[in-house]
């Protein structure tokens, strides 16, 4: 069965420290996986896809297949990082999503 | 923040009352889907919809209904036979093609 693990409900960093988010999954096939953010009192939003392989407001993630890992990470974290980030898969349905338990980042001044 | 639009924003019910959630979005996207987010639980898919007249269940669709009668609107009804109403509801939708899911503001629904 398709599962998102978002092992942390809570990250605290300082600012300046480097971040990783961690987000393993379970999936039979080949998912997409896809890291969404909520800042405070916003709306829930895309950060960033695996397929994308880019970097958004300095946050990457490399799929790892082998440990079917997806995990956040950021060398130099800033307070404005501070938010709920969630880890989300897409399988063979399209347009079905699966989503982890979230972790909030904290990132201390 | 338009396209996609919840109310209202906070929601009051007592035990053994159905009550209706608005979900409605002008951005032409066929799939539309609802959330329930608890502290410590993440979002949970409580249904999807991936066309106009067609919806499947998704984890925890028990005690929830829901319609799709037209391409822009998608409510959710939490019935009397939902055990754990209370929580944070989120509406979401989905163009065709595309990947990202666009989510609105959300409803809390408090149950007493």
């Known amino acids: 069965a398709q599962r998102v693990t978002q092992p942390e409900k809570l990250l605290s960093v300082f600012k300046g420290a480097p971040v990783e988010l961690k987000c393993n999954y379970s999936?039979?096939?080949?998912?997409?996986l896809f890291w969404y953010v909520q800042y405070s009192r916003q709306r829930l939003q895309l950060l960033l896809r695996?397929?994308s392989r880019e970097s958004i407001k300095g946050f990457t993630a490399d799929l790892n297949k082998g440990e079917t890992s997806f995990h956040l990470k950021k060398p130099f974290a800033q307070e404005e990082d501070s938010a709920m980030y969630y880890c989300?898969?897409?399988?063979?349905?399209?347009?079905?999503?699966?989503f982890g338990s979230g972790t909030k980042l904290n990132v201390k001044p | 923040d338009g396209g996609i639009t919840q109310s209202p924003k906070y929601l009051f019910r007592k035990e053994g009352q159905n009550v209706t959630l608005s979900c409605e979005q002008n951005?032409?996207?066929?799939?539309m889907y609802w959330y329930r987010q608890d502290p410590g639980q993440g979002l949970r898919l409580i249904y999807y919809?991936?066309?106009?007249?067609?919806?499947q269940k998704g984890d925890i669709a028990e005690g929830y209904s829901v319609s799709r009668e037209k391409k822009e609107s998608f409510p959710l009804t939490v019935t009397s036979a939902q055990k754990n109403p209370t929580a944070f509801y989120l509406c979401?939708?989905?163009?065709?093609?595309?990947?990202?899911?666009?989510f609105g503001p959300g409803t809390r629904l408090t149950v007493t």
């Open positions: 999936y039979s096939g080949s998912p997409e």
């Open positions: 979401a939708s989905k163009g065709t093609g595309s990947y990202e899911q666009y």
């Open positions: 951005l032409n996207h066929d799939a």
């Open positions: 989300a898969l897409r399988g063979d349905n399209f347009n079905k999503f699966y």
């Open positions: 919809s991936q066309i106009v007249n067609d919806f």
């Open positions: 695996h397929i």
